[in-house]
């Protein structure tokens, strides 16, 4: 089997395609959770405890001299990327929530056969009897 064949069919395989939309989606869902956090989350937040916007927050913890800038340890965009990750999470968690409930539903044991009538019952024991002899 030629190289390109087996990499063929290794990429078209049900997993990697699968694992690859859904990084594609997961990307996808970072920025509108980044967005939500950033646009619509934060600001409310820093109005309620005094008009802090997160992403100034910062110690310096050198001053600007002449050309080089301020070193500064950015603790606010932490506090975001930390919200960021909490909601990514729990959006993650209640998918995987949703799929392992479906799938329980699918793998619930069908129900049991009917069990056979009296009929039948006694037929297969004639047909048992005449077996052994």
């Known amino acids: 089997m030629s190289m390109m064949k087996e990499f063929r069919d290794f990429a078209m395989r049900?997993?990697?395609?699968?694992?690859?939309?859904?990084?594609?989606?997961?990307?996808?869902?970072?920025?509108?959770?980044?967005?939500?956090?950033?646009?619509?989350?934060?600001?409310?937040?820093?109005?309620?405890?005094?008009?802090?916007?997160?992403?100034?927050?910062?110690?310096?913890?050198k001053d600007a001299s002449g050309e080089a800038a301020a070193v500064t340890l950015n603790y606010g965009t932490f506090i975001q990327t930390v919200v960021d990750f909490t909601i990514i999470a729990f959006a993650i968690f209640m998918v995987i929530k949703a799929m392992n409930s479906m799938k329980k539903k699918e793998e619930?044991?069908?129900?049991?056969?009917p069990k056979p009538s009296k009929e039948e019952e006694l037929l297969t024991e004639i047909r048992d009897l005449l077996k052994k002899d």
């Open 14 to 61: 049900g997993n990697v395609v699968d694992m690859a939309v859904g990084i594609i989606i997961g990307g996808a869902f970072g920025k509108i959770v980044s967005s939500f956090v950033n646009d619509v989350l934060m600001p409310p937040i820093g109005i309620a405890i005094g008009g802090v916007d997160f992403s100034e927050l910062a110690f310096t913890l």
């Open 108 to 113: 619930e044991a069908p129900p049991a056969p």
